[in-house]
């Protein structure tokens, strides 16, 4: 029988087309509050029509997960992986068990030749799964409990250098609308999506602010306007309004343009690694924290939801970090 919660989330996911996230959140706190103390009981006049197998179990995760505020995109990804590991196996989500996961990213493994770091990823969204499905009380054992550890070497974490920096720079210098994506990602570490949807009217140069609109987590969040980013957004726009900031003739600069862009610049200036926009990113992430020493701070204007995340992917602690931390002290 479905639960109360279900019910709300149920509920919550057909307005999802109707209501922002904000209003949704609103929405369930309503119904929860109004259906406090009430219990639902199941008609028995009624033959039920519910069958436990896997496709209903999947959909019941992907409404939870809907109801969460996931993106459409990860909520995706989660059930291609569940539905795939049962496709293969053959088995049913209530008598699984932890070493046929184990058995499963094995096989994985040594057959389709996969990385540890992919593994762990696959671990990842199948462990989402059963361990919803027992938080839910639609299994009886906590099936990842058993399954062994993912151990892999993460990547370094790359970065551009002070000195890749300053050629960057140099590369651009005479080209506005280079020295205006270049110093946007330097001074700001948006993401490529963001610049893409980035608007003429998201810029208060009176201000001296960026309006960030994060569709990875349906937030917005705020850039700030540093004098090198302003003179170059306004040497680049002269005087334009409106429309997108980053523009072709049909319209607004694509993601793969942006990209394109990026990694051309970091080339020609004879970077070390392929810089792509998230490269950038990680570099504004590490010069902001050299500044600050303040990873709250560095966490916000990335708009990440925890610090937890900022350390662990984007502030490099490698030999150069201990050299300028070292050298700074003295």
């Known amino acids: 029988m479905k639960g109360k919660n279900d019910i709300i989330n149920e509920v919550i996911v057909s307005m999802q087309d109707y209501i922002n996230s904000e209003a949704s959140e609103v929405l369930k706190n309503v119904l929860i509050v109004k259906l406090h103390g009430i219990e639902f009981t199941a008609s028995e006049t009624l033959p039920s029509t519910e069958v436990c197998d896997n496709e209903w179990a999947i959909k019941r995760f992907s409404i939870d997960m809907m109801a969460a505020g996931r993106r459409k995109s990860t909520i995706e990804q989660y059930m291609r992986t569940v539905k795939n590991f049962f496709d293969k196996t ?4 209530t008598n699984t068990t932890g070493q046929d996961v184990t058995d499963y990213l094995a096989i994985r493994q040594y057959k389709d030749k996969i990385s540890n770091s992919y593994k762990s990823t696959l671990m990842k969204y199948i462990g989402a ?3 919803w499905a027992y938080r839910k009380h639609y299994i009886n054992e906590d099936v990842m409990r ?13 970065r551009l250098t002070d000195e890749e920096i300053e050629k960057c720079r140099y590369i651009v210098h005479g080209d506005a609308e280079k020295t205006a994506l270049l110093e946007l990602m330097l001074n700001t570490g948006m993401r490529v999506g963001e610049i893409e949807k980035l608007e003429v009217s998201d810029i208060n140069f009176e201000e001296n602010t960026i309006r960030i609109y994060a569709e990875k987590t349906d937030t917005v969040r705020y850039g700030i306007l540093v004098p090198r980013l302003k003179v170059a957004l306004k040497a680049y726009l002269k005087g334009r309004t409106s429309g997108a900031v980053f523009q072709r003739r049909n319209g607004k600069m694509s993601k793969n343009t942006i990209e394109v862009i990026a990694k051309k610049i970091a080339h020609a200036a004879g970077c070390h690694c392929k810089a792509t926009v998230h490269i950038y990113r990680k570099t504004f992430a590490s010069v902001l924290y050299r500044k600050t020493n303040d990873v709250l701070l560095v966490s916000k204007m990335l708009g990440h939801a925890s610090t937890e995340v900022t350390i662990k992917y984007y502030l490099v602690d490698d030999i150069d970090d201990i050299k300028y931390r070292v050298k700074k002290a003295a």
Do not use: A, M, S, W
């Not at 053959?90 to 989500?93: D, Q, V």
């Not at 058993?146 to 790359?158: G, L, P, S, T």
């Open 90 to 93: 053959g088995l049913n989500y």
């Open 129 to 131: 799964f059963f361990k």
């Open 146 to 158: 058993d399954v062994d550890r993912v151990n892999f070497k993460h990547k370094k974490k790359e």
